[in-house]
């Protein structure tokens, strides 16, 4: 298979995580004799500083113009507090959702057993949890009308939905819920907002079309403690955009670490993949970021397009580090190990795993390193 990807590195830790994604797709790319083109754009603050735009023209027509997008990360302290949200580094991440026409973020939940002692979440609580959020990201108070007085002591953010943003992503997650376990959660708050009730009655009405799946209702202020409590009731969840984004942040403690969880973004024709943290700019170029859940995101790529062994090939490879503890010191304060390092595990693991050698204090490889 050839295609094209077009590469946003962004800000922060991004360039050195997503060198290691491409490391693991180049080395997919020998294995299974596929092409993948990677052509590199700038967005969020280094597009700021390069151009004066968080989203320049060309890194739009770039991703308007590719198979996928392959996104890092994203922010700086020093627009924390910029008034024009224009000069925003995340303004880029939100314009470049609308372009491409992403509505629908998928996060998957699923611990590592390697791993369950790194979560504060009680080991017999997360042990075989195994849940993915479908999360609305077009729609919403993020995207509507925003107002302050000219004093600046009145705000108002607008939420609104309409019934066709509702019905493409439910059809998505229910799609998704036939192939796991047929259980779908509607998270809302539907006891007061008004648009909880349109999400509430139009999935109810999706879901006579999906009669083998169970439909199954949340209060957003349950629903965030019962992923704490009892995440492992969970298969399926389905929420409109801020309250996906606060949940997911929430479930990633299952984990133990922001660092291993992936996202993919979809829309008609455009996907983006991407690891859920965000710029870690205090670790930049220090070696020390955990590049795993950029990598797990190419896996997403590849599944997406429907190279499902190659797929599993980075999964694999990607449990062996963990099980190897060739990890960063985010999972294990003791590691040796860095970024470059754990990238160049996992890519040498898939190129041949039997040429691979490894010792507790290096990791010895029988190939060079595809980058």
Not at 13 to 34: F, M
Not at 136 to 157: H, L, M, P, R, W
Not at 220 to 240: G, H, R, S, Y
């Amino acid at each position: 298979m050839n295609l094209k990807i077009a590469v946003l590195s962004g800000d922060g830790i991004g360039p050195e995580v997503i060198l290691q994604a491409k490391k693991a797709l180049n080395a997919i790319a020998i294995i299974y004799d596929h092409e993948f083109v990677f052509e590199d754009a700038f967005i969020g603050a280094i597009a700021i500083e390069k151009t004066g735009n968080p989203l320049p023209e060309q890194t739009l027509n770039l991703c308007l113009n590719t198979d996928a997008v392959l996104f890092g990360t994203i922010g700086d302290a020093i627009y924390d507090n910029n008034s024009n949200s224009k000069l925003n580094p995340i303004y880029g991440l939100l314009k470049l959702r609308q372009a491409l026409g992403l509505y629908a973020n998928i996060r998957p939940i699923k611990p590592y057993k390697d791993l369950l002692d790194l979560s504060p979440i009680k080991r017999k609580i997360i042990e075989d949890t195994d849940f993915v959020i479908f999360r609305e990201i077009s729609g919403g108070s993020y995207f509507c009308e925003k107002k302050i007085n000219d004093q600046g002591t009145v705000a108002s953010d607008l939420c609104e939905y309409t019934e066709e943003e509702i019905i493409r992503i439910a059809h998505l997650a229910f799609r998704a819920a036939q192939k796991r376990r047929n259980k779908l959660t509607l998270v809302d708050k539907a006891s007061i907002l008004e648009t909880s009730r349109l999400w509430r009655k139009t999935v109810t009405q999706i879901a006579k079309e999906y009669p083998e799946v169970t439909l199954e209702f949340l209060l957003v202020d349950n629903a965030a403690m019962q992923i704490i409590i009892n995440p492992k009731q969970f298969d399926v969840i389905l929420t409109e955009n801020l309250f996906g984004d606060i949940l997911s942040d929430e479930a990633s403690v299952i984990t133990g670490a922001l660092g291993l969880l992936p996202s993919a973004s979809l829309g008609n024709s455009s996907v983006l993949f991407e690891p859920i943290h965000g710029s870690f700019p205090e670790a930049r170029r220090k070696n020390i970021a955990n590049p795993i859940a950029s990598v797990l995101a190419s896996a997403m790529l590849l599944e997406h397009f429907g190279l499902h062994q190659e797929s599993q090939k980075v999964y694999e490879a990607v449990h062996k580090a963990i099980e190897l503890n060739v990890v960063t010191a985010d999972l294990n304060p003791y590691s040796k190990f860095g970024t470059n390092e754990v990238g160049d595990f996992i890519s040498n693991y898939i190129l041949s795993k039997d040429d691979l050698y490894f010792k507790s204090d290096n990791v010895y490889i029988g190939q060079s390193t595809i980058v």
